[in-house]
């Protein structure tokens, strides 16, 4: 997994590429928490387009950063999500807990 | 007809990605839809990482066997440690509704296998995951 | 740091995919190149499909061991079989420019890897992979 | 893997999908020699597009199958090579032997 961030007006976008299993979630909630608490843009949207892989620990990960948002007043928003993204999310109930939009152009005006 | 494979790995994260590729194909292999496929990997990936993360308290390089198995039934995944052993109080994970990171692997497990049991065997921890085929599956709700 | 994990399979056809997208994926864990995790996966393959066709006259069910490690030099690939000895007369394969089918497993593996090694252990016959990291194999030429 | 026969003008194309290796590259020889022993094809053309992995014995029986096309005297062109086929073949030396077209619209004129 490779992480990286991009700065797209008032909106932080942290782009994902790969699997985040246990041996990358902690990367990745590291990440989430430094963009989060860091800077303060008004809006992180986190982009699954090319991850291929998610497992738990990643699902905390993610979950870690929507409790830090929200304590911030930061809007946390996920895109891009492919079929093994969106099933999990799905079967841990959490779909819906998130802000999700399709295209990284909705998740930057949602 | 029988078709079996085994894998002696150390509880090492680095290594999940190298099993589930492993474990994606064998399901392929055996017959399972791609959607399948996938599901069962989740499975057995969150089977290792929660061997890796409880049973041996994220220490590396200690040995994890994994034996994956076509049957007549479905796909039997065994998986063997020597860490500390589960206790059964605490394997139910969190109540999804309560939202908050962690507690979600035993959930996954137990919705996409259709057996879960662990059990403790001479050479320490055995879980054992089983997968019907579709037609079983269906069967059974 | 050193990292190993071993398979234990059936002379079967049938799984040499699932072994290749394991040996695959650890290539890439230990850091190889994309075109080399390829070629890699591929020396493996021909190394199991003459065990399978030579070694076991393409019966199946007979049991192989392929330990992938890597260590120091690069990544190293033990493959053990019961079956029977290669006889080293027969090893070279066919000239190249000899086009006819067969006898191109022996080129391939010998191209891609940087030691073939073949001998006897308690176990059986073995066969000795490797393939140097790239710095090294640079250095070598 | 699995294969698929089309008849295009005078010329059959096989489709190769899936991974080529000892499991099922009899397959493959079968249905070549077939193919081209059965009908009286002027051309037959083997569209490799969408194999991502040949291994030896698949090599071997695309030799075989160009054996037998020039004891029939019908053109037997491969096209579509990914770079998998196509480093095998490099390897083996065996690239320069097969008449390889990079489309198959390349291949039905060639
Ligand atoms: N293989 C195991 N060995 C020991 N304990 C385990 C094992 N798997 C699960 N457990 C126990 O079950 C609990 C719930 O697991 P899980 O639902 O995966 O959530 P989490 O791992 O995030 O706590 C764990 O916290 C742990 O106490
Ligand atoms: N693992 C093995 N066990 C026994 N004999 C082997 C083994 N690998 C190769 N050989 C011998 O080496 C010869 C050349 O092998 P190879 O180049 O792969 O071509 P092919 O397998 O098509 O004959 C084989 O025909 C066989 O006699």
Redesign the pocket.
Known sequence: MKTSTRQVGDATIVDVVGQIDLHSSSDLRKVLQETLRGKTAARVVVNLGRVDYID?SGV?ALVEGLKTSMGLKIRFVLCGLGPAVKELLKLTQLLSVFQVCESEEQALRA | MNLSLKLELPSDPELLRVIRSAVKEFAAVTGFSEDDCRSITVAVD??LT??I???YQNRHGEPIDLVCRRCDEGLEFILT?R?????PA????RPLADVRP??????IIQKIMDQVEYGQVPEG?R?RLMKYWKIRQEGKS
């Open positions: 738990s905390a | 969150e089977a929660n061997i993360r409880h049973a440690d860490g500390q052993p589960v206790d605490k394997l139910h994970g962690g507690g979600l692997g035993m959930h921890n879980l």
